[in-house]
């Protein structure tokens, strides 16, 4: 647990094309961490949409961000894009440079690995992106949250969530992490067992992979770029 007397700076990359529960999930903890400052951060100042067209503004540029302790990056289709930005991959590798806690959540952790941030590290993310892990170094665990030093990286969407109270109780104790989710009443009781694909029927998730084929295709290509400019040898991976 960190100095509760110590305030702490806290902030969300947002982008054109996020899942925005990557983003807003994890909101909902993250801005109720006590004794801290929470902003979004884009490219411009101006509004993006999300990848089903909910509209997002940020609160400032990324070149205005403070040093921040707590780096969340979510994900979503429009990941893709940032994978070869040099201006989110030098910010993000700056900022988690000094951060206490570094927190992808989602395909997120594909734009951090973009940026060195995975090499040597245990991390999850999306089903769907799981197997792209080792382009960027990384070693895949296939688990709802992952802790590896500063780094908390949390699977797909829903994940965020879970992901955000553990950097709360990692900064703030368990007490203050359990308080936030006590007053989000988050205790989810899903109608199916469809979470995963281990538990997803057999047509359920030959489906959802169709549907994610195109963007799982381009997500490759481009891991596979980054894997050669960083140095990392292009593992034999199946998609499963």
């Given amino acids: ?23 807003t999930g994890p909101f909902e ?8 400052t929470y902003r979004i951060f884009g490219k411009t100042e101006e509004p993006v949409r999300d990848v089903r067209g909910l509209r997002l503004s940020p609160d400032a540029q990324l070149a205005d961000a403070p040093q921040l302790d707590i780096l969340h990056v979510p994900g979503g289709f429009g990941q ?19 951060a206490l806690c570094l927190f992808p959540v989602c395909t997120g952790a594909l734009v951090c690995g ?15 992106a799981f197997h792209l892990l080792p382009y960027f170094g990384a070693n895949p665990v296939d688990e709802r949250v992952v802790e590896d030093g500063t780094m ?12 955000a109270l553990r950097v709360a109780a990692r900064v703030r104790g368990d007490a203050a992490a359990q308080a936030i989710q006590l007053y989000m009443q988050y205790a989810p009781e899903p109608p199916f067992s469809s979470g995963t694909p281990d538990t997803a029927p057999r047509e359920v998730l030959a489906a959802a992979r ?4 195109a963007i799982t295709e381009k997500r490759e290509a481009t891991a596979r770029r980054i894997a050669a400019r960083l140095g990392v040898k292009t593992p034999a991976v199946a998609t499963g």
């Fill in 1 to 23: 647990m960190i100095d509760p007397d110590r305030h702490l700076q806290i902030g969300s990359l947002l982008f054109e094309g996020l899942d925005q529960i990557d983003l």
């Fill in 114 to 128: 973009a940026a060195g941030l995975l090499r040597g590290r245990r991390a999850t993310t999306h089903w769907a």
């Fill in 80 to 98: 893709e894009a940032l994978m070869e930005d040099a201006q989110v991959l030098d910010w993000l590798r700056a900022q988690a440079a000094g």
């Fill in 29 to 36: 903890v993250l801005s109720r961490i006590p004794n801290s």
């Fill in 152 to 163: 908390i990286s949390a699977a797909g969407v829903t994940a965020g969530i879970d992901g």
């Fill in 210 to 213: 169709t549907a994610v084929a």
